[in-house]
Structure formats: C-alpha cells, structure tokens
C-alpha cells in the first residue's frame, strides 16, 4: 500500500468537480493537519491541476485555508484563464482560416477537450494547441500556417517531408510574436500502433460543441475517452490532469455508449489501455462508472499492477517523471496492449523508425531507403554505450572515493 503526502491526497480529493460529504470529511482532516502549501502549490502546479483545485477550494473550504495561500492561487488561476482565453481565440481563427482554405480540422486536447470533458474553458491548464487533420492536407495546412507567421519547430528539406509523414503522426509549429506552439496531427498516434488506424473512421462520428460561443467540431465523446486513455498509457499516466480528464468526460457525458466503447476498444486492441484508464479515474478520483464497467475495470490483475505502478510514480519526488521516450515509459505503454503482434510492431517501431533528425542524414535516394532502418538501432545502441560507460565511470569513481574514505578512517583508528 502506497502511502501518500498529506499534499498529495489533499490534490486527489480536490481535483474534482464536485465532492461528496466523505471526501470532504478527509479535506478538513487534512487541512487541520497542517499541510506544506509550498510543496502543494508546486506538485498541482506539476500536474496541471491548479485551477480544478482552487476552484473546489474556494468554493467548499476559503475559511480553512491562509489566506496568502488562496491568493497565490488566485492569481495563478486567473493567469490561466487569460492564457486559455488567448489560445482558445487563436484556435478559432486557426480553424476559421483553414475552413477558409478548404481543409476541415478537429482541435484535439487543449481548448476543446476543457469545453468537451469540463464543461468550463477555465478549468483545465493547457500550453499548447493541437488539430487533426487529414494526411492529404498537410502541405496545404504548412502553407497556411507559414503565412500567418507560423514556423516549422524542425525545418525538414521537402524530399523528406513523404517519409515524415509515413512515420510520424503530428508536427509542430511555432508563432514568436504570439509565443503559441501549435502541433498539427495526421493521425491520432504513431502509425506502428495498432489502436491508431481506427483515426480514419473518426470523422464520421464527430460532434459539434461551443467554443466562446462559437460552434467547432469535436471528438466523438466515445472516441475522445479511448483517445484519452490510449494517450495516458503511453505517457505512463504521469499527471494527474490526464487521470482527471478520463473522470470528468464520465461525468459530463451521461450517456456515453459503454457498448461501442469496450467494442472499439477490443477492436482495435487497446482495451487493457481502456480499462486501467477507467480504473485509475474509479480508484484515485471516485469517477462514477456504470456498475458492469466498474466490475470489469476492477477485476483485472494485469490492470490491477499497472495501476499500482501508476499511483507509486504519480507523486514520485524528486525531479521530474521521465519521457515518453524513456525505456520505463516505452516498456509500461507495451504492458498495456494486449496482443502479441502489437506489442512486436511497437517495439520495432520504437527501435527502428527514423525520427526527423535520422530521416536528414542519408541523401534522399530511393537505392538508399532500407538503410534508413539500420540508423536508429545504431544510434540508439552508441547511446546505451556511452550511458552504461559514464555510469561505470561514476560507480568507479565512487568505489574509489568510499575505499580512500576508509582507508583514511582506518589510519585514523590506528593512530
């Protein structure tokens, strides 16, 4: 059993819209015990759950609180409602000018996911904006962005911009004078991912909802929860925010339809993906699930472990949780698919698909193409070279340090 900081599970019992009378019971608790409003401020800073968590305390527990600390939050929760006002803004005229052009797009995360799972543009902290689009017009959507001042992050010579595509899912873009990052998508996650290719089918089934008054297209709210909980696996559900996002859509959106869920969900094998998403929202934030899901999310042991790793690595200290390239996270995304053939064409495309820095170093001849799958595995290999002999380096350096340490305290002892 996991025991947490007083600050950790005064984040978990307030990152929630609304609250029942136990969980309110353990905030008082927690409160009258004395909690470190530094080390709170900065970990719901970390997981992007400040403005969630100001609001439910202002509004249930002012009086408990100093009010140094409510101001601090106020002022950052403020903060974030401009910035969200700025880029929801931008999204719209990106939208609008894209329209414009002929190329429809779905904003995704950010602006659209606080509207679609929150219900409120205010209560959920996002940095960046991120628009799918179809594959065929991406150039057309380069060429748009560029024109209003948008840069490539990763300026790639045009002959390699078809193979880009073919590996990747998404590119960004970004704007000086505004500060915005926008990344544009092709496709919902690598293409070596099997729950990835059901993304042409999504459009479909999109719906509309308002964005500052204005209608824009969404995900499907039965898309977007599977999207969510494929996206929190392969980060290895390292925030909090993202836990939060898989509760509040189940809260919102009453009448989402479990069946086609788990269908999709088992479909396209992301399933156990599904599952502990719906478990960790059940079991860390009290996400009221229909009794059939809760029964089945709760039953599984393999779901079971992956939630424990979760909720061990949730609030780790200190420093920061490791990437989405990290062989942890890589070797947990892998846990959670199911068959055998997914988790073979995932590993090998961790191992051997170019990224856009490898795709530039071979001259764009197609006689030369297979090599390219020979560039990541060597390159990932001389990094594990140079780790394992700078780690060497280190244990060596230390032995070296605690023996002379000792033979100084055994001269000591000898007089």
Same mark, same amino acid.
């Given at each position: ?29 927690? *409160? ?28 249930? /527990? ?28 931008? +999204? ?63 300026? *790639? ?7 880009? +595509?073919? /590996? ?8 000086? @004078?505004?500060?915005?990052? +926008? @990344? ?15 993304? @042409? ?11 500052? #008054? ?13 999207? +969510?909980?494929?996206? #929190? ?23 989402? =339809? ?8 088992? =479909? ?7 599952? *502990? ?6 079991? *860390? ?23 424990? =790793? ?38 090998? #495309? ?22 390219? /799958? ?7 290999? #001389? ?9 060497? /380096?280190?244990?060596? @350096? ?18």
């Amino acid at each position: 059993m996991i025991t947490l900081r007083p600050e950790d599970e005064l984040a978990l019992c307030s990152a929630r819209t609304s609250i029942d009378r136990d969980c309110a019971e353990r905030v008082r608790t927690l *409160l009258e015990g004395g909690i470190d409003w530094t080390a709170f401020i900065t970990s719901t800073g970390r997981h992007a759950v400040l403005p969630l968590v100001y609001r439910t305390l202002r509004a249930n /527990f002012s009086d408990a609180i100093p009010e140094q600390v409510l101001n601090c939050l106020r002022i950052q929760y403020a903060t974030n409602i401009g910035r969200n006002i700025i880029l929801a803004k931008e +999204l719209l005229r990106i939208v609008d000018l894209l329209e414009t052009d002929g190329v429809s797009s779905i904003p995704i995360k950010g602006p659209s996911l606080a509207v679609a799972a929150y219900g409120d543009l205010a209560l959920r902290s996002f940095d960046d904006l991120d628009l799918l689009v179809s594959r065929r017009d991406v150039e057309r959507v380069r060429s748009a962005l560029t024109a209003k001042g948008y840069s490539p992050t990763l300026e *790639l010579p045009r002959e390699e911009e078809p193979r880009f +595509l073919r /590996f990747h899912f998404e590119r960004a873009f970004w704007h000086q @004078e505004r500060a915005i990052l +926008l @990344e544009i998508h092709w496709a919902l996650d690598y293409p070596y991912y099997s729950f990835t290719a059901a993304a @042409e089918d999504i459009w479909g089934r999109c719906e509309t909802i308002l964005l500052e #008054g204005k209608p824009i297209i969404s995900l499907a709210p039965e898309d977007l929860l599977l999207y +969510l909980c494929a996206h #929190g696996a392969r980060h290895r559900w390292q925030r909090l925010a993202w836990i939060c996002d898989v509760a509040e859509l189940i809260r919102t959106r009453q009448a989402l =339809q479990w069946e086609d869920v788990i269908n999709r969900a088992e =479909q396209s094998g992301s399933a156990r993906m599904l599952e *502990l998403g719906l478990f960790l929202a059940y079991d *860390l934030l009290e996400a009221a699930l229909p009794k059939s899901i809760a029964e089945r999310v709760a039953g599984g042991r393999r779901v079971q472990a992956l939630a424990g =790793q979760v909720r061990e690595g949730l609030f780790r200290e200190p420093g920061p949780h490791p990437e989405s390239g990290d062989p942890e996270v890589n070797f947990f995304f892998f846990r959670t698919m199911l068959r055998l053939g997914d988790k073979v064409k995932g590993v090998l #495309g961790n191992i051997m698909v170019p990224n856009a820095f490898e795709l530039g170093l071979l001259p764009s001849y197609a006689f030369v193409f297979p090599l390219y /799958f020979l560039i990541r595995p060597l390159r990932l290999m #001389g990094k594990a070279l140079r780790t394992a002999s700078t780690s060497t /380096f280190w244990i060596q @350096e230390s032995v070296r340090s605690e023996v002379s340490k000792g033979e100084k305290d055994f001269c000591k002892r000898l007089g």
